[in-house]
């Protein structure tokens, strides 16, 4: 076989080998897949799309109405020429007629503007589903890379614990400690283990929720992510800073927030309801035109055969038991409503970006303080291994030691991937 077959070969089964291997997806990834296949954000688009058309619908109100009628069949006539005798004769009619508003005083106008601004409102609402999207995508992401970082952690303490075994055998063989901590060192291994365990069924439960929110739909995992060399050392100014204070994202949470948008639209649309309420206070005047063919076989001296009529109509109601008043106050009555919503909402986003806010800098200080427990909590682990070792601690002080070292750098991973699921809220609670 000569050079070339075989770099052919070998290309063919790395080509087979990239199929077959799963699927790596970054957190940029993730989100346009989520903002493709998530079920929830096409009901948001469709429910969108949906409120274009009825608004395309009552603004057709505009336009003219046209209609076409065709018939044919028979017909008797009695009492033509003075005659009683019944003629029976076959006729074809068509006819064509037309209808057109000139002015109804808003009553098109309301109701198409009403529409419009649903439409804009559902827009809002719709992008607003969005943001929420790329926020939960960001924590199922997140949280998937936390259960990683903390397999990591636990499978180090299966490792120290097997090591700790390990010496308690050797020195209780060498008669220098007694069995029970032998039996202690068991129990801590099999404690460890037990730990690892739930930390691999939370990172299948992790990658689930992904799978949720990302809108993957397949039965077994065909993907993973990206995973990350944490240097625990350094995480703390590793930290990407929040670019602006909190009074700077409140104010941008009001200019960008599609929630409020929402509302500014919902308001509109209440208005556009009064216009079109009111206006039936007011006649409807509208053009008509009317155009009908007839041919018949035998009654042509008696059946017109070609009539056409134009005409300039108002229709109006003149009383209507009071419905067009109550309809009228009912329609203000939710115009108020919807700007005490306006209102309500920007006290909330506001109470929302500020928690968000608060939460941020809480959880910054929670990974510096994190980081300084794991640099503590080595040092003591160190340190007590060397007075067990020497013979001046017990197992149990060695134990709390490596324990407390365990889960020092188990709650400064927390913290860390919690700082950017905060951050992640705070940007969906001001609208980016």
């Known amino acids: ?69 065709v018939s044919g069949g028979k017909m008797g006539m009695n009492n033509i020429f003075q005659s009683n005798n019944m003629v029976d004769d076959t006729f074809i009619l068509g006819n064509l007629s037309l209808k057109q508003i000139i002015y109804d005083f808003g009553k098109t106008g309301g109701n198409a503007e009403n529409f419009e601004y649903q439409a804009e409102s559902s827009l809002m609402q719709n992008i607003q589903d969005i943001s929420n999207k790329k926020r939960d995508t960001k924590e199922a992401y997140y949280n998937v890379l936390k259960a990683l970082a903390l397999i990591n952690v636990q499978e180090e303490n299966v490792k120290l614990n097997e090591a700790q075994l390990y010496r308690s055998q050797k020195y209780f063989q060498a008669g220098i400690r007694t069995k029970i901590d032998v039996s202690d060192a068991k129990v801590s291994l099999i404690q460890a283990k037990l730990d690892l365990k739930k930390a691999e069924y939370n990172l299948k439960s992790s990658y689930a929720n992904l799978d949720k929110v990302v809108g993957f739909t397949h039965l077994k995992q065909e993907y993973t992510i990206y995973s990350q060399d944490l240097k625990l050392s350094s995480l703390y100014n590793s930290l990407v800073e929040y670019s602006m204070q909190l009074e700077e994202s409140i104010l941008y949470a009001y200019e960008n927030r599609s929630e409020l948008k929402k509302y500014l639209a919902d308001i509109k649309a209440s208005q556009a309801e009064i216009d079109k309420t009111s206006s039936e206070y007011y006649p409807s005047i509208y053009f008509n035109a009317d155009y009908t063919k007839q041919e018949f076989d035998k009654l042509k001296s008696v059946q017109p055969q ?72 080595d040092e003591k682990f160190d340190q007590a291994s060397k007075r067990y070792e020497y013979g001046l601690s017990d197992y149990i002080e060695l134990q709390q030691a490596r324990q407390g070292y365990i889960n020092a750098k188990a709650t400064l991973i927390v913290e860390y991937y919690d700082y950017y699921i905060a951050m992640a809220n705070l940007d969906n609670a001001i609208g980016k």
């Open 1 to 69: 076989m000569n050079e070339k077959k075989i770099l052919k070969y070998f290309a063919i089964a790395a080509f087979v080998l990239d199929l077959n291997a799963a699927q790596k997806y970054g957190i940029d990834e993730l989100i346009l897949l989520s903002l493709e296949n998530a079920p929830d954000l096409q009901i948001s688009k469709a429910n969108y799309d949906a409120s274009r058309s009825r608004y395309d619908s009552a603004f057709s109100s505009y336009l003219p109405d046209v209609n076409l009628h």
């Open 306 to 377: 070609n009539q056409w009529q134009a005409s300039l109509n108002a229709d109006w109601n003149i009383y209507k038991g009071g419905s067009t008043m109550a309809n009228t106050e009912e329609k203000k009555i939710q115009t108020n409503i919807s700007n005490y919503a306006h209102t309500y909402s920007k006290l909330s986003i506001k109470k929302e970006t500020t928690d968000a806010y608060i939460n941020l800098s809480k959880s910054k200080d929670s990974v510096e303080l994190a980081q300084s427990l794991v640099e503590v909590s």
